[in-house]
């Protein structure tokens, strides 16, 4: 059995002891099978002694259980890896960025504490999935929709502290979030925004309360466990529409990415989308080896407009009401029309709500806020598992054309195995920033696995270089990447390391999360 380290086997068998009476002891988990279930299926470190692999797993039903846990941990030292659902598939799962830390499972802990259709909220526990909060409301036929990210077996709790990000109005998790409670190291609860008023009656529905705004750092961190989050809903829509604009020449994406920006930042498009390199596909589609890094911008040009598609393209997603979206799609268009040779096709259009047999119709209702598991069936480059490299880039036509350059000349340098996806598709998960998602493999093949870690870290160096960071990675990669905002000699790490040692003395939660190390282990890991 895996130790955390600097802890006996007899002060841990001690612990253990101790967390099953807290919890019952059909939620203390040891055994190698269900230690196991706590792995990382898609770690970088398949077969070798690196990949992190939890010493237990304890889960309590509740936050006094949650306290309990803490303060036996914190007498013994032992380091506590706090997770939702565990279904953080390409940033690293279930398992804990250190060997020997105790998974602390919330899941258990799932329930639906309101859902207010008046005012468009609900309250959850972190247990709750995405499909759990969504057969509650239309178990009850109740007019607000969530916002599932692909895939929706994750929770919102989860998904919101990691900063993920959904499709529909909402889709900026974290920001959508409204009202906390959260366990610190030392076992107190406390609650954020209008939750520290007793008797509050508007915890989910004003973010600040009073004095410091501190929701923010206890995402992406280590400083407390989060028990009870509130996030704002979307009043169900009268409709939903989509359109394509498509432009011929590589240079269009200047004008175009201008356009959408005004589009998005003035509130028209309210919804996530990408900006594709149609030509890029269409280049995969004659069956060109060199899919997204070959061809003349000329010969791309020429191939894009034989097959009647742009150079580039973006679908437009809007949600509202049926005449204001007819109208807002109309007014893009004449937006967009300053672009010689823009091309527009309509999309789809649904009226909501949707009945049983027009949902199962749909190949993806991610966007219409019904959660779904069919990003599972998208194909891409073959492989046992991926990791995802996830650049925030400007809102730019220049920062997306360089962006491609850059990183497609850094796979052709490093020789990468697998071939660059057209174009690294660029999205508009966040507002007024782009993120590139990269699909990384990851496969069972030690040496295969070494070079690709290799190339991964060149990428966030290359990144870092352009002024580019990633919004969130894989465990494995939380060093690399906070080494990267360094800005005045990495005072923002020390000041995340000034909070973890007032807060967490023992150095108890999530060691190493985000790069965030305590005291005791911060040397060893420099
Ligand atoms: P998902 O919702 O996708 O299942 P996870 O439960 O795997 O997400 O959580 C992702 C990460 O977020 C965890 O690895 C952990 O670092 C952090 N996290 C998740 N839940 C909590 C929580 N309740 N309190 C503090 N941190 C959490």
Known sequence: MQLPPGVTSKDFSAALEQFANAVGKDWVFSSEADVNLYRDSYTPFWHEEKEPIPSAAVAPDNVEQVQQVVRIASQYKIPLWPISTGKNLGYGGAAPRMSGTVVLDLKRMNRVLEVNEKNHYALVEPGVSYFDLYHYIRERNLKVWIDPPDPGWGSLVGNALERGGGYTPMRDHFDAHCGMEIV???????RT????????????????????????????????IVTKMGFWLYPEPE?????????????????????????????????????????????????????GLGGSTKSMEQYAAQKDLGYWSIDLPFYGAANVIAAEWEYAK????????????????????LDPQQLAKIANPVPLGVPSLTTFSIGGPRSQGHI??????????EAVLQAQDVFEQAYRDMGSPSAAPPGFPIWSFFSRAFVIIYFMPIEHD????????????????????????EY??????????????????HALLRLDETLKDALDPNGILAPGKSGVWPKRMRKANA
Do not use: C
């Open 193 to 224: 925004g209008m939750g520290a008023l007793p008797n509050s009656q508007t915890w989910q529905q004003y973010k600040y309360g009073f004095g410091p705004y501190l929701d923010g750092i206890f995402s992406q961190s280590n400083f407390g």
């Open 388 to 397: 995802w490299f996830s650049p925030i880039i400007p809102m730019t036509g």
């Open 472 to 489: 969130r990675t894989h465990t494995a990669y939380m060093d690399d990447i906070m080494n990267a905002y360094s800005f005045n000699n």
């Open 334 to 353: 004449e937006k967009f029309s300053v672009i010689p040779g823009v091309k527009f096709r309509d999309g789809v259009s649904y009226r909501f709500p």
């Open 446 to 469: 030690v040496e295969k696995n070494r070079r690709n870690r290799e190339i991964f870290r060149q990428l966030i160096k290359i990144a870092a270089q352009h002024g580019w960071g």
């Open 239 to 291: 409709a939903y529409l989509s359109g394509t604009v498509s432009v011929p020449l590589r240079d269009d994406i200047h004008k175009m990415v201008e356009v959408f920006a005004y589009l998005a930042n003035s509130g028209i498009v309210r919804g996530t989308t990408s900006v594709l390199k149609t030509s890029s596909f269409l280049q995969s589609d004659r069956g060109d080896t060199t899919v």
């Open 184 to 190: 610190m190291a030392d076992g107190e609860v406390v």
